[in-house]
């Protein structure tokens, strides 16, 4: 009899050679709920004050300067939890309203993926 076991969002990582995981994967779409969860407590708003396109840099933003340390001190603590990773926001190019990851909602839970998908 074959059981067929269905997995969803999860990764396989081989740590080493006598040790095996299988590891939560987390989507874009996690990671953006997360950010606008976090911001609606940051900034005291509802959470549908918030979307994939909120702007979080740049003269068009929509939080203060300190709002913005504070997100990033959450997703320095988000990315090490779930990623076991490192999340680098103070590079000279981090508020470049242009190339800046911290763009968006969703320019920023891009750049968390692409920082697990590079390991």
């Known amino acids: 009899m074959v059981t067929l076991l269905w997995i969803y969002k999860l990764k396989y990582i081989d740590l080493d050679s006598n040790l095996n995981y299988l590891v939560a994967m987390l989507s ?34 929509s939080i203060k300067s300190m709002q913005l340390v504070e ?8 990315v090490e939890k779930n990623f076991n990773s490192e999340f680098n926001w103070d590079n000279n190019s981090a508020m470049s309203e242009t190339f800046s990851v911290l ?9 968390v993926i692409k920082l697990n998908s590079k390991k």
Not at 33 to 52: D, G, H, T
Not at 71 to 78: F, I, P, R
Request: glycine share 2%.
């Open 71 to 78: 997100l990033l001190l959450k997703m320095e603590d988000y």
């Open 28 to 61: 874009k779409s996690d990671v953006e709920k997360f950010i606008i969860k976090e911001l609606s407590i940051i900034c005291k708003e509802s959470e549908s004050s918030y979307s994939s396109k909120t702007q979080l840099v740049g003269e068009k933003r």
């Open 103 to 111: 763009r968006t909602v969703e320019s920023l839970a891009e750049h």
